[in-house]
């Protein structure tokens, strides 16, 4: 996605702090796509905004940035809206736990889901999107260190589930994701999502955060999620 001139004016000290950040996360996601001989421009840069508020984000859509991600539909629902009208073109991704109840609002607003991790959720979305005419592209959200405090599903059971969200839920399934324990070498959990993505057909691997992108990369991630490299400590 082409980048907006950036506006001097609009950007205060701390927005300029941010601008720099995110450039810096730009120039190591695209030397790590040189390193391990991806195309130009392959990897998606998606910054993590959740806990920061609209006026922390708008300087990085100034600068240029498209692709965002957030944790929760309540929350996105408060800055989001405002931000889309303000910049057409941005994509919003979930990419935190979606509850049943919440499935309605994650369509209307979301323009990819990356958390689908069981049925009822598959069979929710599946509903609104009907009923709303509006298809989101969807990720399966797989646990792969079996973290009990963590939503996704078990690997051993993926495969058989992004088969059911096809041929019982009607749902397309873009990718996969997840989010490896913080205290293990994250590369063994890359290689298995991006083994589960080749046993289930789907092309797309949502992994890597701050402190892994560049691992992710290496194991062929086609997106990453990258927040507090960008935007510095949660708000």
């Given at each position: 996605?082409?980048?907006?001139?950036?506006?001097?004016?609009?950007l205060?000290?701390?927005?300029?702090?941010?601008?720099?950040?995110?450039?810096?996360?730009?120039?190591?996601?695209?030397?790590?796509?040189?390193?391990?001989?991806?195309?130009?421009?392959?990897?998606?840069?998606?910054?993590?905004?959740?806990t920061h508020?609209?006026?922390?984000?708008?300087?990085?859509?100034?600068?240029?940035?498209?692709?965002?991600?957030?944790?929760?539909?309540?929350e996105?629902?408060?800055?989001?809206?405002?931000?889309?009208?303000?910049?057409?073109?941005?994509?919003?991704?979930?990419?935190?736990?979606?509850?049943?109840?919440?499935?309605?609002?994650?369509?209307?607003?979301f323009?990819?889901?990356?958390?689908?991790?069981?049925?009822?959720?598959?069979?929710?979305?599946?509903?609104?999107?009907?009923?709303?005419?509006?298809?989101?592209?969807?990720?399966?959200?797989?646990?792969?260190?079996?973290?009990?405090?963590?939503?996704?599903?078990?690997?051993?059971?993926?495969?058989?589930?992004?088969?059911?969200?096809?041929?019982?839920?009607?749902?397309?399934?873009?990718?996969?994701?997840?989010?490896?324990?913080?205290?293990?070498?994250?590369?063994p959990?890359?290689?298995?999502?991006?083994?589960?993505?080749?046993?289930?057909?789907?092309?797309?691997?949502?992994?890597?955060?701050?402190?892994?992108?560049?691992?992710?990369?290496?194991?062929?991630?086609?997106?990453?999620?990258?927040?507090?490299?960008?935007?510095?400590?949660?708000?």
């Open positions: 996605m082409k980048a907006l001139p950036l506006d001097p004016v609009r205060d000290e701390a927005g300029s702090d941010q601008v720099a950040r995110w450039q810096a996360v730009l120039a190591s996601i695209r030397a790590a796509e040189t390193g391990h001989a991806r195309a130009a421009g392959d990897i998606v840069l998606v910054a993590v905004s959740k508020d609209a006026d922390t984000i708008r300087p990085i859509i100034i600068a240029g940035q498209r692709v965002f991600g957030e944790n929760r539909v309540q996105a629902q408060a800055k989001w809206p405002t931000l889309k009208a303000e910049f057409p073109g941005l994509e919003l991704r979930l990419i935190g736990p979606l509850q049943s109840n919440k499935a309605a609002d994650a369509v209307a607003l323009d990819v889901i990356e958390t689908v991790d069981r049925d009822k959720i598959a069979a929710e979305l599946a509903k609104e999107m009907q009923r709303q005419r509006r298809t989101p592209r969807l990720y399966v959200q797989v646990n792969t260190g079996l973290e009990p405090q963590k939503a996704g599903i078990a690997p051993v059971d993926t495969v058989a589930f992004v088969e059911r969200c096809r041929t019982v839920h009607g749902l397309s399934i873009e990718g996969l994701m997840c989010i490896p324990p913080a205290d293990e070498n994250p590369g959990h890359f290689a298995l999502l991006r083994k589960l993505a080749r046993e289930a057909g789907v092309g797309k691997l949502s992994m890597g955060m701050s402190g892994d992108f560049e691992t992710a990369i290496q194991f062929g991630a086609t997106s990453v999620r990258v927040g507090s490299a960008i935007f510095g400590a949660r708000g």
